[in-house]
């Protein structure tokens, strides 16, 4: 069972920056790839950047230049830092981790204001 504790979100206006942080329990948290989701109202749930354990990654083409995925091994922490936010970028932001399964945590608020 793995457990994931998201932090970090908040109001910011537009062009600000945000860092979100994800810990997560389990011992082999190195072997986990590491996804950042984010839900707006009434919309999909949808990827928006993925860290593997080889440390590359992955960015939505909305967020590319704008977010960057990164993870410390040592904490069991990834994180997302977000800059130049727009209010589009506003949703519920989702940590995941897949080990054998998926797991996801229970969301932190982003709203960017304009």
């Known amino acids: 069972q793995v457990q994931l504790v998201e932090s970090g979100g908040g109001l910011v206006q537009a062009g600000g920056s945000l860092r979100l942080s994800c810990a997560a329990s389990?011992?082999?948290?190195?072997?986990?790839?590491m996804r950042w989701y984010r839900q707006a109202p009434g919309k999909q749930r949808d990827l928006v950047a993925t860290i593997f354990r080889t440390g590359n990654t992955n960015y939505a083409d909305s967020v590319k230049g704008r977010f960057s995925i990164s993870r410390d091994n040592a904490k069991n922490t990834v994180y997302l830092q977000m800059n130049s936010l727009k209010p589009e970028d506003t949703a519920v932001y989702y940590c995941?981790?897949?080990?054998?399964?998926?797991?996801w945590g229970q969301g932190t608020q982003v709203t960017v204001s304009s």
């Open positions: 389990g011992s082999t948290f190195s072997t986990y790839v």
């Open positions: 995941n981790a897949f080990a054998t399964r998926d797991y």
